[in-house]
């Protein structure tokens, strides 16, 4: 589903966020990608998200090789991958509804799915009585779970999390990390960048390591899971 060969990033001013990478998430997983801040993690969801390219080798997304997609079919791409960020980027202007409403807007989602999606997802995050609230409004784990059914209201196959738990305490950080084994349980294939190793000991899945934009040896790489 998420295959990286050989796949490195160099930013303009010859920095190497990522050297050499190779790794595979198979459907259905739900894996931790951990590493220091700065050992390349955001990088490696941008490539995957098609914010950034790599400047060598290949990320393949349910097989397709993303360095054939053109600027005009990314947006195609993007709606298989829902993104969790970790201060959520919500728009304060608008409410809960229109703020997770809005991926379905740039789709050109039908008026009458929309508000049936919207309600679904919230009601998924144990937010349908925020609707109309103002994200300035709720608690920093209400907004991040706005945020989180923001990035599944268009039932993604792909779900990915920057730092989702950085500014939560321990105990919303679990009850963000049940949400996302719940959509894994369902079918969604989960990657989560953290740097809190607790979190990633208390449950137990698969976590990548990168270390200074390498990949360490993953355990779990070859037919394991
Ligand atoms: P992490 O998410 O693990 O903290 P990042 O992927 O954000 O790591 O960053 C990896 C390295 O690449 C860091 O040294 C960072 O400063 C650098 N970097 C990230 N984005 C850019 C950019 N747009 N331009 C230049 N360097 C960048
Ligand atoms: P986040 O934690 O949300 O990724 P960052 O502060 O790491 O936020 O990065 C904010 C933006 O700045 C990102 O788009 C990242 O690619 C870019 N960035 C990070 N490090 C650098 C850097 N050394 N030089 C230029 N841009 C960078």
Do not use: W
């Amino acid at each position: 589903m998420i295959n990286f060969q050989q796949v490195s990033k160099t930013y303009p001013g010859g920095h190497r966020a990522l050297e050499k990478v190779n790794f595979h998430i198979k459907q259905g997983e739900l894996a931790f990608l951990t590493g220091h801040s700065g050992a390349g993690k955001s990088t490696l969801l941008k490539l995957i998200s098609l914010m950034e390219r790599p400047s060598a080798g290949n990320v393949f997304i349910n097989g397709v090789d993303l360095n054939k997609v053109n600027s005009r079919q990314v947006p195609y791409v993007r709606r298989d991958i829902g993104i969790i960020f970790q201060n959520h980027r919500l728009l304060e202007r608008y409410s809960v509804f229109d703020n997770v409403a809005l991926p379905l807007i740039i789709e050109g989602t039908h008026h009458n799915q929309i508000s049936k999606r919207v309600h679904a997802a919230l009601d998924k995050v144990g937010l349908i009585d925020k609707i109309k609230c103002h994200p300035s409004m709720l608690s920093g784990g209400e907004q991040q779970r706005v945020g989180i059914a923001r990035a599944i209201v268009n039932s993604p196959p792909i779900l990915l999390a920057d730092e989702p738990t950085g500014n939560l305490d321990p105990e919303l950080s679990m009850e963000i990390l049940r949400l996302f084994e719940d959509f894994n349980k369902h079918g969604t294939t989960v990657l989560i960048a953290t740097h809190d190793l607790g979190l990633v000991a208390r449950m137990k899945y698969r976590s990548l390591t990168l270390k200074e934009g390498r990949m360490l040896q993953d355990p779990l790489a070859e037919g394991a899971l």
